[in-house]
Each structure stands twice: as C-alpha cells, then as structure tokens.
C-alpha cells in the first residue's frame, strides 16, 4: 500500500540551527501539505503546496518556514533559524484528486527537538 | 470560534460498550469531513471519510448533518485495541486545499 515517508524520525539541533525536515509523498498524489502537534496539543496546519506553488499557509508558518519539491519526489519543510517553541512532531500528508473528497494520508512525522 | 471543535474526554467505557462521539464545525462552506485515528506519539491515521448518507465499516458508523454542521462517529462493541485519540477533519473548499483538525477526543477501553 502507498505510503508517506518521512526522514528523518528525529531530529535534534540546537537553537539558531537550520533543519530541513524531509517527506515522499504519495506518488500520484497532488497536495501536500505540513502539519505539525507540540506534545499534547492538537495537529496544526502549517501549508499546503499544490502545482509547485504554496496554496495555503497559517500564521505559524512565518518567514522562517520554507517548503520545496525540488525534485518529482521529495517534498521539503525548512526552518531557518529554529527556536525552542519549534519543538513538535512534524507531519507530512498529501492527497489526490480535487479539492473535494480527498484524504489526506500522513507519514509517521519527524520529532523536531530543539534545545 | 473554532474551526472545528469536539469533546476531549477522556471517555473510559469497558469492553463491548458502544461509543459515540461528536464533532462541530464552524463554516457552513466546509466541503468533506474525515474521522482520524491517533495513537500516542504516532500519525493520525485515515479511520474513514464521512459522508451524507451516513457509512458504515463493521463496528464504525460516521454520520453528517450538515444542517446542524455536526459529525458523529459511533463505534460499536468497543475492544482494547481502539483505545486511541480520535480526530475529526474537515476540508474547506474556500480557503485552498486545508484540513482542519479538532483536538480530538482521548478514548480508553477498559477490560
């Protein structure tokens, strides 16, 4: 069965460090997106990407946040210079078709330490 | 308000018990809505999509009603194994492609 993968499974890097955090969606599959859950709390939308562009970001994804897809394949979340507040489990999902009636289908995260 | 809200519990119920839980949400444009699955430390998993007419998938029925902007999911004959957070999501038409997830409901099954 297809599956989101996600590298790595967890990260740990000092404050101020840069991490790019790195996901293989679902081949055929159009959206992605990043979310993301500080332990206890609910899963945050970060951005979705569709077409090589970013189609929708929340507040938490500020300047210091990036997405690529560089490649056909890999689809990548950057954190510029990380805080201690950016500590959280990092979802990767995609989905297929249109807008309506897609499910999002996640990978087993990358749990971002920053210390 | 919330995009989406539901009880957090926790909910312990023994086994065999039946089980329901129920999620709102704010914006009559939402689109599509989704029971996820989520295990500690783990990655929501797909339980099922919600639809109209209601469905079902052996101990699992999820309902819509899009009058009252609610969903339910009821799960029969609980067993030790759906001990689990459960999340509802509901995908917005009108805002790009953007799930929004509520905080999820914490059920323990007890022997």
């Known amino acids: 069965e297809p599956e989101v993968t996600q590298t790595p499974s967890h990260q740990v890097t000092q404050m101020g460090q840069e991490v790019i955090l790195r996901c293989v969606p679902i081949?055929?599959?159009?959206?992605f997106y990043w979310y993301r859950q500080i332990l206890g709390q609910k899963v945050e939308f970060l951005v979705s990407?569709?077409?090589?562009?970013?189609?929708?970001k929340s507040e938490i994804f500020d300047d210091q946040f990036s997405v690529e897809r560089p490649d056909g394949s890999n689809f990548t979340l950057k954190i510029r210079s990380t805080k201690l507040e950016d500590s959280a489990m990092y979802f990767c999902?995609?989905?297929?078709?249109?807008?309506?009636?897609?499910?999002?289908?996640f990978g087993q995260g990358t749990r971002l330490t920053v210390v | 308000r919330k995009e989406v809200e539901q009880d957090p519990g926790p909910f312990n119920v023994p086994e065999g018990a039946t089980v329901a839980f129920n999620c709102t949400y704010s914006?009559?444009?939402?689109?599509?809505f989704f029971w996820y699955r989520q295990d500690c430390r783990k990655e929501p998993k797909l339980l099922m999509s919600?639809?109209?007419s209601g469905n079902e998938d052996g101990r699992f029925t999820a309902q819509l009603n899009r009058a009252s902007q609610y969903i339910s999911l009821l799960i029969r004959d609980s067993k030790l194994s759906d001990s689990a957070t459960y999340l509802c999501?509901?995908?917005?038409?009108?805002?790009?492609?953007?799930?929004?997830f509520g905080t999820g409901t914490s059920l323990t099954v007890i022997p």
């Open positions: 914006n009559s444009a939402s689109q599509s």
């Open positions: 999501a509901v995908l917005r038409g009108d805002t790009g492609n953007q799930f929004y």
């Open positions: 919600v639809y109209s």
């Open positions: 990407f569709y077409n090589n562009e970013i189609s929708e």
């Open positions: 999902a995609s989905s297929g078709r249109g807008r309506s009636y897609s499910e999002a289908f």
């Open positions: 081949s055929n599959h159009l959206y």
